[in-house]
């Protein structure tokens, strides 16, 4: 998928969030994340179709398919675009995993969540990335 990358907002300039702002936020990110998990899932579907088509596989019309394609796209652009007003970072389309900037220790760091937790409960550094996300309990006051 490629989308247009507008320039990021300096470190001064970025909004941060408190484990409590990030939780608070939840509700609308959630449905909005929901969306976009089920978005993409039926982008790659409309994608593999369109591809089966080309190869001959399928005998759909493949104007329905791009058409839908382009719609789905158009909308998919639309939903992180809400992300990014409300300043989240869209991590992974198929997992719905977010972060949040915030401040630790006064570094950048990231308040981790993903759909299906109840809660924002892990963070991480943002050069180690997702994969190394730790308990909120693991940040030092």
């Known amino acids: 998928m490629q989308t247009t990358k507008r320039p990021s907002p300096t470190p001064a300039t970025r909004r941060?969030?408190?484990?409590?702002?990030?939780?608070?936020?939840?509700?609308?990110?959630?449905?909005?994340?929901?969306?976009?998990?089920d978005l993409h899932e039926q982008i790659v579907l409309c994608r593999r179709t369109l591809e089966r088509i080309e190869m001959?596989?399928?005998?759909?019309?493949?104007?329905?398919?791009?058409a839908e394609y382009r719609r789905s796209m158009n909308r998919l652009r639309e939903l992180?675009?809400?992300?990014?007003?409300?300043?989240?970072?869209?991590?992974?389309?198929?997992?719905?995993?977010?972060?949040?900037?915030?401040?630790?220790?006064?570094?950048?760091?990231?308040?981790?969540?993903?759909l299906g937790e109840p809660e924002v409960e892990y963070w991480h550094e943002p050069e180690a990335g997702v994969e190394s996300r730790e308990p909120i309990a693991t940040l030092k006051p």
């Open 80 to 114: 992180v675009r809400e992300l990014d007003l409300v300043g989240v970072d869209l991590l992974d389309f198929e997992r719905g995993l977010i972060s949040f900037p915030t401040l630790h220790d006064g570094r950048e760091a990231a308040l981790s969540w993903q």
């Open 56 to 66: 001959g596989l399928h005998g759909g019309e493949p104007s329905a398919y791009e």
């Open 16 to 37: 941060t969030f408190c484990v409590e702002e990030a939780n608070r936020a939840l509700p609308f990110v959630s449905r909005v994340i929901e969306d976009i998990v």
